[in-house]
């Protein structure tokens, strides 16, 4: 197991930017580091508990999802070694498996998210109002029920401490403009069928996820950030969904449950988490992993 990274120090590298769980540094004018810890952020906190292994986990997903969907869509992948950017071998050491050598990009103030099922905060909107989002979905959809077609609902992004806001598809228009929105609601509903529908291959049901995309120097869709981890995504266990009840995932949603059972206000700061949370969250992490990458399955 790796040693547990809450916070990277590189000197040689200027860090650019402390996001809740990735440290991106600036290399050139064309390249950045970014470097994924085991912080874990709920509720948009961090909390003070890394998780161990966590942010080698999410990389190693990342960068498969990366290779599989790289047919659909470009990604912010290089092929640069990190023995090229880090020549102090003690630094190299520090970010081993958890560092990757990214395309500098113009990032897009929306976030893609894509819904396959009903849970979450869309569980809680349709039985308000009928709809996820505002979208209008069909009467008489159970908890967990897998959705008719996955829908496109992006929100804005937030800082760290604030929340995120959904808004309607027209928004995200305003926001990017009409046709860049039309190519990220596309690419996102594409990356997503064809990976849930990999993903259920191997036992795990992609719920829901979430990507990032940005512009190139010559404006072309890219996507950059996380791709469907345990931090951006709810993953379910196959052989125990059963709609009408939310299934135990393979996520930071046990993390979640815990923290709502606790009684904590959804503020700064977060609380301690139990030793046994803390394992059990890396464990379902790696469990996560080896299932969608291990060949042979």
């Known amino acids: 197991m790796p040693e547990t990274l809450f916070q990277s120090d ?7 930017h402390r996001g809740k769980v990735r440290d991106i540094y600036d290399i050139d004018d064309q390249h950045m580091l970014i470097v994924t810890t085991d912080r874990l952020s709920a509720f948009d906190v961090v909390l003070p508990d890394p998780i161990p292994g966590k942010g080698v986990v999410l990389t190693a997903m990342s960068n498969f999802w990366f290779s599989r969907t790289r047919q659909l869509i470009a990604n912010q992948l290089t092929d640069v ?3 090229q950017v880090l020549k102090d071998p003690a630094e190299r050491q520090q970010v081993e498996g958890r560092a990757i050598v ?12 894509v819904r396959g099922y009903l849970v979450g905060s869309g569980w809680k909107e349709y039985k308000q109002s009928g709809t996820v989002c505002g979208i209008k979905l069909p009467a008489g959809l159970k908890e967990a029920d897998k959705l008719p077609e996955p829908i496109f609902t992006p929100s804005t992004k937030a800082a760290v401490g604030q929340h995120d806001e959904n808004i309607s598809f027209e ?5 990017l403009g009409q046709d860049i929105a039309g190519k990220v609601k596309d690419a996102t509903l594409a990356i997503y069928k064809e990976c849930a529908q990999y993903a259920l291959t191997r036992g795990i049901i992609i719920a829901d996820t979430k990507f990032e995309f940005g512009l190139d120097e010559k404006g072309a869709l890219t996507l950059i950030d996380e791709v469907l981890t345990p931090d951006s995504s709810r993953f379910w266990p196959a052989d125990q969904y059963q709609p009408g009840a939310n299934p135990p995932s393979f996520d930071k949603q046990y993390v979640r449950d815990w923290l709502e ?7 700064a700061p977060a609380p301690k988490l139990p030793a046994e949370v803390i394992a059990r969250t890396a464990e379902k992490y790696r469990e996560a992993l080896t299932r969608l990458t291990s060949a042979g399955r």
């Open 10 to 16: 590189i000197k040689s590298l200027r860090l650019r």
């Open 81 to 83: 070694p990190l023995e």
């Open 102 to 113: 990214v395309r500098k990009l113009k990032a897009l103030p929306v976030e893609a998210i």
């Open 171 to 175: 928004k995200a228009a305003e926001i």
């Open 261 to 267: 059972a606790s009684g904590w206000n959804k503020k």
